[in-house]
């Protein structure tokens, strides 16, 4: 069974940053895909960003200049720097990794708001 364990989130003001951690519980070169999504109460989840094993990456149009995913094989982790945050922004994000199965992570809350 992997776990994915996210981290960074928290309370930011508008215009501010965060950088969002996701650690698997195994390596990360089983995984085809990684990414982040959010949700926000009672609604489903969206597409934040996504990055192959191959290194490329798709973004969903609200957030691109802004959001970077990276992927770090070392400590087996994907990350999501989260810069000129919007209070549109504000959801729980989570953490998505691809093989032959699909695992989610619990979610770290990201709130924008002055």
């Known amino acids: 069974q992997v776990q994915l364990v996210e981290s960074g989130g928290g309370l930011v003001q508008p215009g501010g940053s965060l950088t969002l951690s996701c650690t698997a519980s195994r390596s990360i070169f089983s995984f085809n895909t990684m990414g982040w999504y959010r949700q926000t109460s009672g609604k489903q989840r969206d597409l934040v960003a996504t990055?192959?094993?191959?290194?490329?990456?798709n973004y969903a149009d609200s957030v691109k200049g802004r959001f970077t995913i990276s992927r770090d094989y070392a400590n087996n982790a994907v990350y999501l720097q989260l810069n000129s945050l919007k209070p549109e922004d504000t959801a729980v994000y989570l953490c998505?990794?691809?093989?032959?199965?699909?695992?989610w992570g619990q979610g770290t809350q990201v709130t924008v708001s002055s």
């Open positions: 998505k990794a691809d093989s032959t199965r699909r695992y």
């Open positions: 990055i192959t094993s191959g290194g490329g990456t």
